[in-house]
T-cell receptor, first 112, second 117 residues
Framework: ELKVEQNPLFLSMQEGKNYTIYCNYS?????LYWYRQDPGKSLESLFV?????AVKQEGRLMASLDTKARLSTLHITAAVHDLSATYFC????????????FGSGTQLTVLP | GAVVSQHPSRVICKSGTSVKIECRSL??????MFWYRQFPKQSLMLMAT?????????EQGVEKDKFLINHASLTLSTLTVTSAHPEDSSFYIC?????????????FGPGTRLTVT
């Protein structure tokens, strides 16, 4: 059974600071997703990482994937309040989006 | 492209009644749709996978007689919560699997907030 672990579960950070969220998973997979969820809303797709060494950046967020270490990271640079949300990683065990297993989520609060 | 809608967005029902939630892929055909449930402060848990024209596959612990799933067309799947009870109150999110041209992805709907009183 595929297990996906995120840490930390809760993260409070000051505006302007940098931090990294980690996503570890237990079986081989080449496809990993990062989503953002605002309170009361559904998932917003942030990144799709499709191969070992993949790195994608959008604004203050950068995601990377190391399939050998079974690890993905979501790095936040110079955080702003608008980034406050819950972030989920999800691993595709099927390789074709037939089965996503979600991490427990990281609730990020950016403080002024 | 790749838009998934859900209806209703929010529903309140009395205990013992049934509620139907619709999930539609608006601009693509989805041979597979997924239903997830999310309790407050928790992650998404897959309830079932439905393929067009065939019976849904339910995850362990999900009662198939309570959560009826129908996937009658390539753009529509429905989830009916039968004899709802307060413990069924949750955020239900569907996703539809479609081909983007670069491969298949799951596209998520906006969710349905169910409150059972």
């Amino acid at each position: 059974e595929l297990k996906v672990e995120q840490n930390p579960l809760f993260l409070s950070m000051q505006e302007g600071k940098n931090y990294t969220i980690y996503c570890n998973y237990s079986t081989t997979s080449d496809r990993l997703y990062w989503y953002r969820q605002d309170p009361g809303k559904s998932l917003e797709s942030l990144f799709v990482l499709l191969s070992n060494g993949a790195v994608k950046q959008e604004g203050r967020l950068m995601a990377s994937l190391d399939t050998k270490a079974r690890l993905s990271t979501l790095h936040i640079t110079a955080a702003v309040h608008d980034l406050s949300a819950t972030y989920f990683c999800a691993v595709d065990a099927s390789g074709s989006a037939r089965q996503l297993t979600f991490g427990s989520g990281t609730q990020l609060t950016v403080l002024p | 492209g790749a838009v998934v809608s859900q209806h209703p967005s929010r529903v309140i029902c009395k205990s013992g009644t049934s509620v139907k939630i619709e999930c539609r892929s608006l601009d693509f055909q989805a041979t597979t749709m997924f239903w997830y449930r999310q309790f407050p402060k928790q992650s998404l848990m897959l309830m079932a996978t439905s393929n067009e024209g065939s019976k849904a596959t339910y995850e362990q612990g999900v009662e198939k007689d309570k959560f009826l799933i129908n996937h009658a067309s390539l753009t529509l799947s429905t989830l009916t919560v039968t004899s709802a009870h307060p413990e069924d109150s949750s955020f239900y999110i569907c996703s539809a699997r479609g081909d983007t041209g670069d491969g298949y992805e799951q596209y998520f709907g906006p969710g349905t907030r169910l409150t059972v009183t």
